[in-house]
């Protein structure tokens, strides 16, 4: 989803697009930010009611799977790494690469921490959509 701001914002600089013709591959470092709960119960089982940490967090992610179609979240590519993972909450969040968004996370699997890569919508597989949106050329 793409939202136009009521207000300019004029204190960060926008995120850059990807550069499509330099596409994710296998063992990419990847940094995916989220601001959900942190914590987890018992086994890595995910807390629903966990309090929101007080600001952005991030987390380095290898790509361990380049871009695949799911019916239920379209173009997506996965990130992993040992002993860490995103949370409830980071759904949208940014996944960049060379200072530029290349995805979006979209799902964190299961109710268990740790237990399956990370999913995130490939930007690359609708960056000429977002263009046209976005009146950018």
Known sequence: MLMKLPTPVTDVPPAQL???NNRLKIDDTVQLAGEGPTRTGPN????TNSPMPPRLQCVDMKV???SQFSQKRGHIFSTAAPDKDTCRGDSGAAVV????IYGVKAASGTDFAF????????VCE???W????????
């Open 18 to 20: 990807p550069n499509c």
């Open 44 to 47: 890595n089982r995910r807390l």
């Open 64 to 66: 361990v799977a380049v």
């Open 97 to 100: 690469f060379n200072d530029m």
């Open 115 to 122: 237990w399956t890569p990370v999913a995130n919508m490939d």
């Open 126 to 128: 609708y960056v000429d």
């Open 130 to 137: 977002i263009k046209e949106r976005a009146g950018l050329k």
